[in-house]
């Protein structure tokens, strides 16, 4: 596989681990005890780190890549491991 390849697989799930990352251990302003602004919804976070989320996606993205070439260089699971229409019959 070229290093590009690998980088554009690196960077797509890097997103996708960004938006699942984004949720976890967010709390309201009501969660948190904090005074709310006035026209704040009320689901508004009060503790958003986004530096928090670019880590952990980082983390999540190179374990899930590595795992992603392994199998490339190795074969675990191909193409013919996923044929659902096999299963049904």
């Known amino acids: 596989m070229q290093w590009t390849s690998f980088l554009a697989i690196y960077l797509l799930v890097w ?29 508004a976070p009060g503790n958003f780190r ?9 983390i999540l993205a190179a374990v899930l890549t590595g795992l992603f070439a392994l199998n490339y260089q190795y074969g675990w699971i191909g193409v013919s491991d996923l044929d ?5 019959s």
Not at 84 to 88: E, F, I
């Open 50 to 58: 986004p530096w928090r989320v670019v880590v952990r996606a980082t």
């Open 15 to 43: 997103v996708l681990s960004a938006f699942v990352m984004l949720p976890w251990g967010i709390r309201t302003h009501d969660e948190l005890g904090l005074d709310k602004v006035p026209g704040q919804a009320d689901s």
């Open 84 to 88: 659902v229409t096999r299963l049904a």
